[in-house]
């Protein structure tokens, strides 16, 4: 079993900035790719912003240069850096990873979500 545990959220102003972690641990043998997801209030969830094993990144058009996805191997975390916080940017951000287990066997695993509300 893997557990993502996701913290970070919070409210925060129209340009403000906040930091967003995501640790797995459990019977983890290697991670690839780590991501960060969110789902507004009425919509369906959408990709922020996904980093390799070999932190290569990929972000959403509506992230790309205010946001930052980073993460750390040895304690198998990710992070999300959102600076220019704007209220569309609010939602329930989750946290994804690709978890190669001691089963031998690849599995999805998300976090619970940590609410960010940006007020404008």
């Known amino acids: 079993q893997v557990h993502m545990v996701e913290s970070g959220g919070g409210l925060v102003q129209t340009g403000g900035s906040l930091r967003l972690s995501c640790a797995a641990s459990?019977?983890?043998?290697?991670?690839?790719?780590m991501g960060w997801y969110r789902q507004a209030p009425g919509k369906q969830r959408e990709l922020v912003a996904t980093?390799?094993?070999?932190?290569?990144?990929n972000y959403s058009d509506s992230v790309k240069g205010r946001f930052t996805i980073s993460r750390d191997n040895a304690k198998n975390t990710v992070y999300l850096q959102m600076n220019s916080l704007k209220p569309e940017d609010t939602a329930v951000y989750y946290c994804?990873?690709?978890?190669?287990?001691?089963?031998?066997?690849?599995?999805?695993?998300w976090g619970q979500g940590t609410q960010v509300t940006v007020s404008s």
């Open positions: 459990g019977r983890i043998v290697s991670i690839n790719t």
């Open positions: 994804n990873a690709g978890v190669f287990t001691i089963t031998q066997r690849w599995d999805d695993y």
């Open positions: 980093i390799s094993r070999g932190f290569t990144t």
